[in-house]
């Protein structure tokens, strides 16, 4: 869930999970279940699931942002289960991969 912003970084946080920064740039593409979307879109308590890469201290450079997606109705974990923990699934490229 969406618990920050400010221009270019989202701040998100899954019940018992630590804080993530996601960075995001005018590259990055937005959508919405009904399509595109874009930045200004973004609430503080939005379900988002991200696409980027992570960096060695953790931040997330985001490629693309879905927006509205609250756990186990988009995602799903390990299992096909819903992964329940308060954030849809962020899926990450380690820096220099």
Do not use: E, W
């Amino acid at each position: 869930m969406v618990t920050a912003l400010a221009d270019g970084v989202i701040t998100m946080k899954g019940s018992g999970q630590p804080a993530v920064t996601v960075d995001y740039a005018s590259s990055t593409t937005f959508r919405t279940m009904s399509g595109s979307s874009s930045a200004s879109a973004l609430k503080v308590g939005d379900f988002i699931s991200v696409v980027g890469t992570k960096s060695s201290t953790g931040t997330v450079t985001a490629k693309s942002i879905m927006i509205g997606a609250p756990p186990g109705k988009m995602g799903r974990g390990p299992g096909g289960r819903p992964s329940g923990n308060g954030v849809a699934p962020h899926h990450t490229t380690p820096a220099g991969a």
